[in-house]
């Protein structure tokens, strides 16, 4: 199995709803990563995890709160967005025990989130 | 992570090789030269990756020059559905953290 999976595809919500974004990956990968991607530039970073563990943050703003619950799964959890926050949510996944020269990262297909 | 310069845009014949060029005239000994496509609404796709020999794979060719300062993407026989965004992105080895710049969004017409 090579998938990371999203779930959901779509999601519509207010400024002051709270919903949670799901990735998934059973490859046995220990690095797991989201990023924001708007409409027509490149994906940004947002956060990576290794281990489990919270390793980087791109300094994104507290409203976005992720949590990696085990070594397969990935949680973003959004509270008090705002309608510039819109955008295509990106998940993947890499591997962190093999050579150095290859980690490449398997992505899934997005969430595109509208905040009204 | 080395900064990298790609043209906006390029097209391309179907059947033709597709030839993408990066520009990464600061990268260190250290980085590597990964590439990466992201065809209409879904998510990103590793190509290939070279440190400073050329690689080949079934989906493309890499070639690095031998100063590494720049590299080329080749797709030896376009079809309609390399029709994406490519990716240059020069970066160390650590798995933690990969950023995309703006890409080449190549089009491959009939």
């Known amino acids: 199995d090579t998938e990371v999976t999203q779930t959901p595809k779509h999601l519509v919500m207010g400024m002051t709803n709270k919903k949670s974004l799901k990735c998934e990956q059973h490859m046995g990968h220990r690095a797991m990563y989201w990023y924001k991607q708007k409409a027509k530039k490149p994906p940004e970073l947002m956060f990576v995890y290794s281990y489990e563990k919270l390793s980087i943050n791109e300094s994104v703003p507290s409203r976005f709160s992720p949590e990696c619950p085990n070594s397969s799964l990935l949680n973003l959890h959004l509270h008090a967005l705002q309608p510039e926050d819109s955008a295509l949510y990106l998940c993947?996944?890499?591997?962190?025990?093999?050579?150095?020269?290859?980690?490449?990262?398997?992505f899934g297909p997005g969430t595109r989130l509208t905040v009204l | 992570d080395a900064k990298t310069t790609q043209p906006p845009s390029m097209d391309c014949a179907e059947g033709r090789a597709a030839n993408l060029p990066c520009n990464h005239s600061?990268?260190?000994?250290?980085?590597?030269v990964y590439w990466y496509r992201q065809i209409h609404s879904q998510g990103p796709q590793y190509i290939i990756h070279g440190l400073k020999n050329n690689e080949t794979n079934e989906m493309a060719s890499l070639i690095i020059t031998e100063d590494r300062k720049s590299s080329t993407l080749i797709l030896p026989h376009a079809t309609l559905r390399d029709t994406a965004v490519y990716y240059c992105?020069?970066?160390?080895?650590?798995?933690?953290?990969?950023?995309f710049g703006a890409g080449t969004r190549l089009t491959v017409k009939p």
């Open positions: 992105i020069v970066r160390v080895a650590t798995p933690n953290d990969m950023r």
């Open positions: 600061t990268i260190s000994g250290n980085e590597y």
């Open positions: 993947a996944s890499s591997q962190l025990d093999r050579l150095p020269s290859y980690n490449e990262q398997f």
